[in-house]
């Protein structure tokens, strides 16, 4: 079997668990359609109102679909909250002892966020646009969905990367996928544009996630240029791929130290 | 199963490992322990709650890293060569948790199949024959939360045995599962036992440690006590027999207790037992009964529960 196809078998098992924990265990599709769908229809919706408020319809465009493409980004931060499962399961230590490293299967158990957001954001997108005069670029439909995949993957792997700390400190799960969305929405150019900020500021905003993957979707929206969109979107991968790097290199070794210092074997149930 | 390695199986050599909980002093849970397990071996490791069984268990099964002290299992250092020693050993923790409960029996092993690397149709051959041996074939496309705890205890050996190991570490598998459970469990032992795996089981049964293990390690307070066959530690007990008998008149337990050589006499309940600390004072004993007209008389050797309420004292039984 090879190193890859490895890969993905334990990649779709650890998805199918995450999924059973998570949204297979709370939602129905009725409750998925009426508590998760609707509010973050809502949700976008809202944002779009308070541009209305400013009074410019560029501002209405940039509230919306900013915050129609947080939706499916926030959605990846439940990987960082899902390695408690495996702490209230009993399974890390055994995760820890086995073959495979457990950063695969730790990736695996958000998964299923990914198409949760991703289709929450377009549906969202789809019904809240034509509510506010906002053109939807039909025609390059297939650039959208493969550039609002690229955002929600390259942020999915930050959210790895941070759900290595949150497994030597499970108690602080929610306060850092909340504190990450927070400085996400604040900082990529969700709500507000990064031209008004601090150069230093600006400067952080570059390796985050989103920043160039929601800029290029700005510019699908806008009928930029191929080669203007996929400068940005090779750079929303590149930033992607640094924070996947990133987490292998830090997962072993705090993986290492909740060994030594014992944390890996303590529950949270 | 097995390998080129023909040195024992586990060698622990002064391992000690300690735990720094926030605000309070420091834990030490193994204070020096050395021993060793022979290639085929089932080894027990006996002890009260909080003795370090369960930790000398995970440092052995490479999830901790111990503090100071080295272990090696087939000859690989658990520290230094965890990832060459992961493919060797398998692992049972003790209690309900280490399952996935919202999967069937046949996804969780499924899944462990795809950890440890195999390729998917051997992977579902080997998982149907696990589950087939651990008679959960009829349940096995049930989800687990609805398991009894037998059921998952054998759910649990399937997946310590996913890849064949040579080497086993069962940390209390039987603890808390009803008569039958427990006897089905070690049942299931004793057969991969005779499939010459090395076992290093925890347990706090003695019956199931004397009926299993070839040697038996007290520990307690992070220290060994003694290693030994389950028989020779009886005798570290008490190196002679003892002769316990039915319907013992006053008269007679008072002849007895006089008697040189005779350590003790006491009360057991509606018997009484004899101890005695020299050579060839048992038949002299016995024509004693006899002759007072006792003829319900047996002669026996200390159980290990004994020894290790002898050894570890009754600090352990609160379990």
């Not at chain 1, 769908?37 to 679909?65: C, H, K, P, T, Y």
Request: charged content about 20%.
């Amino acid at each position: 079997m090879s190193r890859l196809g490895h890969m993905l078998r334990v990649l779709g098992w650890a998805a199918l668990v995450g999924f059973r924990d998570t949204l297979g265990a709370v939602y129905t599709v009725q409750s998925w359609v009426l508590g998760l769908f609707v509010r973050m229809v809502a949700q976008v919706a809202f944002f779009a109102s308070l541009g209305q408020l400013l009074g410019r319809q560029a501002d209405v465009e940039f509230l919306l679909i900013g915050n129609a493409i947080m939706v499916s980004t926030s959605s990846s931060f439940t990987v960082t909250v899902a390695t408690v499962g495996e702490r209230d399961a009993g399974t890390l230590p055994l995760l820890v002892a086995s073959p495979t490293s457990p950063l695969v299967a730790l990736m695996g158990r958000g998964a299923s966020f990914v198409p949760n957001g991703l289709i929450t954001s377009l549906g969202a997108l789809a019904i809240v646009a034509p509510l506010y005069d906002v053109s939807l670029p039909w025609a390059r439909l297939p650039a959208l969905l493969a550039l609002l995949t690229l955002v929600t993957v390259s942020t999915y792997m930050t959210a790895t990367f941070l759900a290595g700390f949150v497994l030597r400190s499970p108690g602080t799960r929610r306060t850092v996928s909340n504190v990450a969305r927070l400085v996400m929405m604040a900082f990529c150019g969700v709500s507000v544009p990064l031209s008004v900020y601090p150069e230093v500021v600006r400067a952080v905003a570059q390796v985050l996630p989103l920043t160039h993957g929601l800029k290029a979707i700005r510019e699908l929206f806008a009928g930029a240029g191929a080669s203007d969109i996929l400068g940005d979107a090779g750079l929303e991968a590149l930033v992607g791929g640094g924070w996947l790097l990133l987490s292998l290199a830090t997962f072993r070794w705090l993986a290492d130290a909740g060994r030594r210092d014992g944390s890996i074997v303590f529950s949270t149930a | 199963m097995g390998g080129p390695w023909s040195g024992p199986a586990v060698v622990v050599e002064d391992l000690v490992r300690t735990f720094q909980p926030k605000k309070r002093p420091e834990v030490v849970a193994l204070q020096g322990v050395s021993l060793r397990v022979d290639e085929g071996e089932v080894h027990g490791l006996l002890g009260p709650n909080g003795a370090g069984k369960t930790t000398l268990v995970k440092i052995l099964a490479t999830i901790l890293l111990p503090t100071s002290g080295s272990a090696t299992v087939l000859g690989r250092d658990v520290a230094a060569e965890a990832t060459s020693v992961r493919p060797l050993i398998g692992i049972v923790l003790g209690g309900d948790r280490g399952l996935y409960n919202r999967l069937t029996a046949r996804q969780n092993l499924r899944y462990w199949a795809a950890l440890h690397k195999l390729e998917p149709g051997a992977g579902r051959r080997r998982v149907d024959a696990l589950l087939e041996r651990m008679g959960l074939t009829k349940r096995a496309d049930d989800r687990v939360q609805t398991y009894s705890r037998g059921m998952r205890q054998r759910l649990h050996l399937a997946r310590a045995l996913m890849h064949d190991p040579p080497v086993l570490f069962l940390d209390e598998p039987t603890t808390g599962l009803d008569p039958l459970a427990a006897r089905e469990l070690r049942a299931i032992v004793g057969e991969l036992a005779g499939e010459r795996r090395t076992i290093f089981l925890t347990t706090h049964d003695m019956a199931e440690a004397e009926a299993l293990c070839q040697r038996v390690t007290l520990i307690d307070r992070g220290r060994i006590l003694a290693t030994e066959t389950p028989r020779a530690l009886s005798e570290m007990l008490s190196r002679y027999e003892r002769v316990e008998c039915d319907g013992a008149t006053d008269e007679v337990v008072a002849d007895l207790s006089a008697l040189r050589g005779v350590s003790s006499v006491s009360a057991l309940g509606l018997s009484t037992r004899i101890e005695v600390d020299s050579d060839g004072v048992v038949p002299e004993v016995m024509r004693r009964l006899v002759a007072a007209g006792v003829t319900s008389v047996r002669v026996t050797r200390p159980t290990l529960e004994e020894v290790y309420l002898d050894l570890v004292g009754r600090r352990g039984m609160d379990v």
